[in-house]
């Protein structure tokens, strides 16, 4: 449905993004999930048509609809589009609003289509209110309907979710998601939010100054991610020191861990290992010990910050009713699947952000 081939996209001799390619089949839903001003926008623009590409090319359908030598006209690709700000008429109601690109259709063929959608995004008694009297989470519904009713081939949401709680986005991401797979629709969504990236897409670009880092699915980007950056912005945890030995394995001071493919690395390299929060396991048979630096209760869970006897630290998510106190020693294990490595840089970087 959708295929991107070493875009670049730049303006005055400057590069905003660069070789950038990916693709997404019919019915699916991809994310652009990065920093503010790494280019996902842009990008997201160039494959609506608001913004022309220096080299490589953009396909809807097979066919070439942005290069060096194409740029076809934004309203000829049959793309929706969902701004960050909603983009809504505030002296229109909510019928008027969803019908505004419907001007083809007869009056009623057009009411129908208003309320069919209306009932889709779950705004059945709602036409006739003004965008004013809307809450967030509704004026979003609106602006869903309004671009999906001329039935784009493709629709493209600019951080779609930003202007609104919290506490809202994770579940109204859910619920487009299930809109969108109800209609069969292709989607691009734009987020810097990973949970609504993971909420809402079943392939996610994270990028970085202009560049896709790794294009995969969420469980992918999670436990395998492609370099440090990719570790760092997804999920949680920190870069705990190790040591390649024999035989795949790698020396912490959590203890020896083996994996095949290790022995890639000559042993005595110094490399860092992924340690999530939800690797450490509380143990009190352990002969391993921390200590508890700092605590964050999180409702269900708590996320401490724990030091080991070494003076490196990791994160352990634990269920609440293990309550420890700040300076309390705990037993822990380290419980990992596989092994995320990453040859140790010159200047060690050990903590991994939100």
Request: aromatic share 6%.
């Amino acid at each position: 449905m959708l295929e991107l081939q070493q875009v670049a996209i730049g303006y005055s001799g400057h590069t905003v993004v660069k070789d950038i390619s990916f693709a997404l089949n019919k019915g699916q839903i991809g994310c652009l999930l990065g920093p503010s001003g790494c280019g996902k926008t842009t990008l997201l623009r160039a494959i609506a048509g608001f913004e022309p590409v220096t080299s490589g090319s953009i396909s809807l359908l097979q066919q070439i609809v942005s290069s060096g030598t194409v740029q076809q006209a934004p309203e000829q690709r049959q793309v929706g589009m969902v701004f960050q700000d909603f983009a809504l008429f505030p002296h229109l109601n909510v019928a008027d609003n969803i019908s505004f690109g419907l001007g083809q259709l007869s009056r009623p063929a057009r009411k129908a289509k208003v309320q069919q959608l209306l009932q889709l995004v779950g705004l059945p008694d709602l036409a006739k209110r003004y965008i004013h009297q809307l809450s967030g989470g509704q004026q979003q519904r609106v602006a869903l309907a309004r671009a999906l009713a001329p039935q784009p081939k493709i629709l493209l949401l600019d951080e779609p979710f930003s202007s609104l709680d919290s506490e809202l986005r994770e579940g109204l991401a859910r619920e487009i998601r299930q809109i969108l797979q109800q209609l069969d629709i292709t989607a691009v969504m734009v987020t810097h939010d990973q949970h609504e990236a993971f909420a809402m897409a079943d392939m996610i670009g994270v990028m970085q100054h202009g560049r896709l880092q790794q294009w995969a699915s969420p469980y992918q980007l999670y436990h395998q991610p492609a370099n440090r950056f990719v570790a760092d912005f997804i999920g949680r945890g920190v870069l705990l020191p190790g040591t390649v030995l024999d035989n795949n394995t790698v020396a912490t001071s959590l203890g020896h861990f083996t994996q095949p493919g290790t022995a890639e690395l000559a042993p005595g390299t110094a490399v860092d290992v992924l340690i999530r929060p939800d690797d450490i396991v509380q143990d009190n048979s352990s002969a391993i010990k921390a200590t508890v630096h700092s605590k964050a209760f999180r409702g269900s869970h708590v996320l401490y910050q724990l030091q080991l006897t070494s003076g490196d630290t990791v994160q352990s998510l634990l269920l609440s009713h293990y309550n420890y106190s700040v300076g309390e020693q705990i037993g822990i294990t380290a419980n990992l699947d596989h092994l995320v490595i990453f040859p140790r840089l010159a200047v060690q970087q050990t903590a991994v952000p939100v």
